[in-house]
């Protein structure tokens, strides 16, 4: 099975590398059959958010067919989203996926590239109401959600629940449970500064 984690700049870190820990760590732990590649839409460095500096597997010209495809967020997509050549690339990507994932804003390129309309889909709280206003995505404000072989999160850290249900769906819960026990990913309690409570917070967290 081939798995492209697309990467452009200005790419959020987390929303690539979280998912990209459990998918490794399946494959490490319970025997994961997936072939993990970082995708770009050229082979060379990709400029991070935060400063990460990253080198892609394969470029669009060489990237072969992927079974899984996942897209994440961060400040770029907001350039990429007018990239014709990134979404159509991934419209095409998409259409002989089993399934699409986005973390963050990458459900921005996913409606770019005609895969979120219709649909019930999340993205980063800060961007719950850009959402909204493209009019034709039900909005539900949960920590991921499925809808047919789409796939979407809230933002950043929610893109390792995202991989972890993703993998309980495609091999079972013990596949998902090892790889979340060696990555020791069990989050605590606590809550700080009770942001649960600001007025922006996404209902997932407001009804703890």
Wanted: glycine share 10%.
């Amino acid at each position: 099975m081939n798995f492209g984690i697309l990467v452009f700049d200005d790419v959020e870190e987390l929303d690539f590398v979280g998912p990209w820990e459990m998918l490794t760590m399946w494959q490490k732990t319970a025997s994961g059959s997936a072939n993990c590649l970082i995708v770009a839409e050229k082979k060379q460095p990709v400029r991070c958010a935060k400063g990460l500096s990253i080198n892609p597997h394969v470029g669009f010209d060489d990237c072969p067919p992927l079974d899984v495809l996942l897209v994440p967020g961060g400040q770029g997509t907001r350039r990429e989203v007018s990239n014709p050549v990134l979404v159509d690339w991934v419209a095409k990507q998409a259409a002989g996926c089993q399934a699409v994932l986005s973390v963050c804003t990458g459900a921005f390129v996913l409606h770019a590239a005609g895969l979120l309309g219709g649909k019930k889909a999340t993205t980063h709280w800060g961007s719950l109401d850009r959402l909204r206003a493209l009019g034709d995505v039900e909005v539900v404000e949960e920590r991921f959600v499925r809808d047919g072989k789409v796939w979407s999160s809230a933002g950043v850290s929610a893109g390792i629940d995202l991989m972890l249900a993703f993998i309980a769906d495609l091999a079972g819960e013990d596949a998902a449970g090892k790889a979340q026990f060696f990555s020791e990913y069990f989050p605590s309690a606590a809550r700080y500064g009770n942001y649960e409570a600001h007025d922006e917070a996404p209902a997932y967290l407001r009804q703890r």
